[in-house]
């Protein structure tokens, strides 16, 4: 495992110069030590849930609940026909008091409100409680629950977390660990972001896993305390455990750059996924065929490789304005209608 670059007092003109041009994993200790939620949740489960009642408005928000088992993680089941954890949704008040009663016993089963949007479910929360390195319109979310494992996974947009309450580890690994980590299916898995089966990294049955080890020497980890802060790229791994016994809780952002005036950003998981379904029935040396042209059309071919193709003639090369780009997207959902 490698030590991750850690920062104190980011300013939001270093985040953007130097956090986000790097692609690697940042911690930033102390970044929302000053939050009025993180002053709460430093003096217990009692007074950061009646703090954060005061917001609540009584929407339903998603619940997993899973049995204390020993790595208490929210994924597949051993036969991977299934998750291992029952899915609802409930009001905060609902859960608050499930956590309450939960504190009382030795080992409870896990339990967590996951990746709420604050703005709906807690309005004014947001605003009390504002990250230093973004705009306003950079929603954040809320995760709350006692100790469990979310296992390693991706997500495809930028990610600010911001630990408020407990403590949590997170390991990271940078995407081309992909081949080492066990991956489930795309289109299956415990939440929208592809998940390995691991249920805990650090904990793999070596006989079972014996790859794991290898993207373990890659990896980068930090424990987080109430007021950190950590900076996950897109499409980085990370495993998440929530530690402390009885009340962890993080609030997160995810955004993306905007692509270009009026087009939409998310095609990145769904072509993937296309190309999966497009290439799987191919020989192998085909595929390999296809893998070199998808290295130079959709990953190389920039700058200079360019330069043998005047720019205003570069078509799906180039700048493409609103237009251009949706009559792209109109002729690949034509061919894709049976």
């Known amino acids: 495992m490698r030590e991750m670059k850690t920062l104190d007092g980011v300013s939001r003109e270093q985040f953007e110069r130097e956090v986000l041009a790097g692609y690697e994993p940042v911690l930033m200790r102390g970044l929302v030590a000053h939050w009025p939620l993180v002053a709460q949740g430093r003096a217990g489960l009692e007074a950061c849930l009646q703090y954060l009642s005061g917001f609540d408005q009584g929407l339903p928000v998603d619940a997993l609940l899973a049995k204390p088992e020993p790595t208490r993680a929210f994924g597949y089941k051993p036969g991977l026909d299934g998750f291992n954890f029952l899915h609802d949704k409930r009001p905060y ?201 998808f290295a130079h059309y959709v990953f190389g071919a920039r700058g200079p490789a360019l330069a043998h193709i005047p720019e205003g003639q570069r078509h799906l090369f180039g700048e493409l304005d609103a237009a251009a780009d949706a009559a792209i997207r109109q002729d690949i959902a034509g061919r894709l209608k049976p």
């Open 93 to 293: 008040a609902a859960l608050f008091e499930q956590l309450w009663r939960y504190s009382h016993f030795p080992d409870p089963p896990a339990l967590a409100a996951q990746s709420a949007l604050v703005s709906a479910a807690l309005p004014g929360l947001e605003l009390a409680n504002p990250c230093p390195l973004l705009p306003p319109e950079v929603a954040p979310r809320l995760w709350v629950g006692n100790r469990a494992t979310t296992p390693a996974h991706f997500d495809d947009s930028h990610n600010i977390a911001c630990v408020v309450a407990g403590q949590r580890r997170f390991t990271l690994l940078p995407p081309q660990c992909a081949p080492l980590l066990y991956l489930g299916p795309p289109d299956h898995a415990p939440t929208p972001a592809p998940t390995s089966v691991v249920p805990d990294l650090h904990r793999a049955d070596a006989e079972r896993f014996p790859l794991v080890a290898q993207a373990l020497e890659q990896a980068l980890v930090a424990e987080l305390a109430p007021g950190d802060a950590i900076y996950i790229p897109p499409l980085w791994f990370h495993q998440v455990e929530a530690l402390a016994p009885h009340l962890n809780a993080l609030m997160n952002y995810w955004w993306r750059p905007p692509a270009a005036p009026d087009r939409p950003d998310d095609l990145h998981l769904a072509a993937m996924r296309l190309a999966m379904l497009a290439f799987r029935h191919l020989p192998d040396g085909e595929r390999e065929g296809w893998q070199a042209l």
